[in-house]
């Protein structure tokens, strides 16, 4: 099991920053990605940003000038640092952790409890 822990959060004015972190606990395998998703009210999660534990990041593509993912491997850590912030990123931001072992194919999934973003206009 992995457990996923979320901090960051909070509110903040149109054109500020916050930066997220996600501490991740329990048995990882050696073969895992770290992420973000965000969920805004009567829509669906959608993907923000995830990284492979060699570096390997992919963004939404409306996102990618604007935020930015990094990873600390030793502490098993994401973050998530986001700048120029608008009204439209106001939403549950939620950490995902993905993990297999070596030899199976079998992807596990993890979800952390989420934090709350505002961003005020």
């Known amino acids: 099991q992995v457990q996923l822990v979320e901090s960051g959060g909070g509110l903040v004015q149109a054109g500020g920053s916050l930066r997220l972190s996600c501490a991740a606990s329990?048995?990882?395998?050696?073969?895992?990605?770290l992420g973000w998703y965000r969920q805004a009210p009567g829509k669906q999660r959608e993907l923000v940003a995830t990284m492979t534990g060699g570096g390997s990041a992919n963004y939404a593509d409306s996102l990618k000038d604007r935020f930015t993912i990094s990873r600390d491997n030793a502490k098993n850590t994401t973050y998530l640092q986001m700048n120029s912030l608008k009204p439209e990123d106001t939403a549950v931001y939620y950490c995902n952790a993905r993990h297999r072992f070596p030899t199976d194919s079998t992807w596990y999934d993890y979800w952390g409890q989420g934090t709350q973003v505002t961003v005020s206009s």
């Open positions: 329990g048995t990882i395998f050696s073969i895992n990605v």
